[in-house]
């Protein structure tokens, strides 16, 4: 069966840097998505990887390993506003997004 | 705002009633998606509707009926619901069809139901 796992969930401190790992597996990739979902809110788009190495958008990096089917997603100076779910989805050889069950990240001061 | 809009926010119903989950979306996509989450658990994908066809059906058992009159438009009817359908109902829409590559959706911010 195609399966993604990421850690329930996670804390750190405010200012600090914090990884979420992500692995996968699925039937065949098309590709690998970072989503953000503060609570009670709408999920918002955050990276795409298809191609091995490290994208940075500003504060947020994602890395992706189609070898290890791995990935992460790495935040640095961290907010308040960062606390959220973060979900990672992969999108497999039929073009159907696998997603995981999210992690949740808490933000102390 | 994400240009995907959804209403009620909220929704209590009792396991006899009928209502309806709407969905709205002003970005001009041709693709829209029903999607379940539950607490600590993966999206689950429920419909996808192409250019007003719905070309995916994931087992949804038949007490939930989507419904898409045009490419901005997204209904899902509910009746005879139970307990464990108590969920919050993403809508979520994309430029292209699901079957196509680096697909980025676009969420609305749910429906949270709870069937009494």
């Known amino acids: 069966g195609q399966n993604i796992d990421q850690p329930t969930e996670m804390t750190a401190t405010e200012g600090a840097i914090v990884q979420i790992n992500c692995t996968y597996q699925?039937?065949?990739?098309?590709?690998l998505f970072w989503y953000q979902q503060h609570a009670g809110e709408a999920p918002t788009f955050l990276s795409y990887?298809?191609l091995d190495g490290l994208e940075e958008k500003g504060r947020f990096s994602s890395f992706l390993s189609r070898s290890k089917g791995y990935s992460y997603l790495l935040l640095k100076e961290l907010q308040m506003k960062d606390s959220a779910s973060y979900l990672c989805?992969?999108?497999?050889?039929?073009?159907?997004?696998?997603w995981g069950a999210g992690t949740k990240l808490i933000i102390k001061p | 705002e994400t240009g995907v809009t959804q209403t009620p926010r909220h929704l209590v119903m009792g396991m006899t009633n009928k209502k309806s989950l709407k969905c709205e979306q002003h970005?001009?996509?041709?693709?829209m998606y029903w999607y379940k989450q539950s607490a600590k658990k993966p999206l689950e994908l429920m419909f996808v509707?192409?250019?007003?066809?719905?070309?995916e059906n994931n087992s949804v058992p038949s007490r939930f009926s989507p419904e898409c009159p045009n490419s901005s438009h997204l209904f899902l009817h509910l009746h005879t619901l139970q307990p464990e359908d108590s969920a919050l109902y993403l809508c979520?829409?994309?430029?292209?069809?699901?079957?196509?590559?680096?697909?980025?959706?676009?969420f609305g911010s749910g429906t949270r139901l709870t069937v009494v």
């Open positions: 970005l001009g996509h041709n693709a």
């Open positions: 989805a992969v999108m497999d050889s039929n073009y159907q997004l696998i």
């Open positions: 979520a829409s994309s430029q292209e069809g699901i079957r196509t590559g680096a697909t980025r959706y676009t």
């Open positions: 509707y192409n250019f007003k066809e719905q070309t």
């Open positions: 699925t039937s065949g990739f098309n590709g």
């Open positions: 990887n298809v």
